[in-house]
């Protein structure tokens, strides 16, 4: 979002710029016709019109991308409808909150188990977070792709919980077994992939550790990281 909103302002600045020239060539052209010619003249001024005209497109369109991303976004604040379709980027704290309120609710009989899809979520947050933590504390820019994969990673644990929460809304309470079922594979998927996700994030502290060091190995850290992957384009 800030690098719209900053391709917007240079837009902008470039065509303030851009019409404070074609000002002084229609303020100061006796003097432009006097030291170049008409004929030049002339040229410059169809030049730096149609440069005005270009950046007046530009900026506006800058603008109306700008703000119908900002629209998008302010889709997933608080307060309001977060997107829940699966194939859409789900977000933790939504899913965590609908586990909550079905835990309370119709499928009270399954809180066990919901709150254990709620710990999982709490958990791949918490492995982001010290990730993020871990990189900005050793100022390791090199290792930023490690957070896409974490990403990943959390968007294929929402998926399966929101795949989860799906069965949930078509089955009712007699249906339980079936339900509790569904929970069981879901939670097992889940533990594997925050099992993968724990080791991912251990390689990559030891990798920061020994920088600098004869013992340092890429190869482990990039094993870990395509065991991730492989592992979440199996899911699809």
């Not at 309120?101 to 492995?127: F, H, N, P």
């Not at 890429?218 to 395509?226: E, S």
């Not at 065991?227 to 899911?235: G, R, T």
Request: hydrophobic residues 40%.
């Amino acid at each position: 979002m800030k690098k719209k909103r900053g391709f917007f302002i240079t837009a902008l600045v470039l065509f303030i710029a851009a019409g404070a020239g074609f000002a002084v060539l229609i303020l100061e052209k006796d003097n432009f016709v006097i030291y170049y010619g008409l004929n030049a003249y002339r040229a410059l001024r169809s030049v730096s019109a149609a440069a005005v005209i270009a950046l007046g497109l530009l900026t506006l369109t800058a603008y109306l991308f700008t703000n119908r991303k900002t629209d998008s976004s302010e889709e997933t604040q608080p307060g309001k409808a977060p997107t829940l379709s699966v194939k859409e980027k789900l977000d933790n704290s939504s899913l965590r909150k609908l586990l909550l309120q079905a835990s309370k609710g119709k499928w009270a009989g399954l809180s066990e188990e919901l709150g254990v899809m709620i710990s999982q979520l709490q958990q791949m947050d918490t492995y982001q977070e010290r990730l993020h933590t871990l990189l900005q504390d050793n100022d390791i820019k090199a290792l930023s792709d490690t957070e896409e994969v974490l990403e990943q990673a959390e968007q294929s644990l929402c998926q399966n919980v929101r795949k989860f929460i799906n069965y949930m809304n078509v089955f009712d309470e007699k249906d339980a077994e079936v339900i509790r079922t569904s929970a069981a594979k879901t939670i097992e998927k889940n533990n594997e992939q925050l099992s993968q996700v724990r080791d991912f994030v251990v390689a990559v502290t030891d990798f920061v550790n020994q920088q600098g060091s004869t013992r340092q190995d890429p190869d482990l850290l990039n094993t870990y990281k395509n065991m991730i992957l492989d592992s979440l384009k199996e899911e699809l």
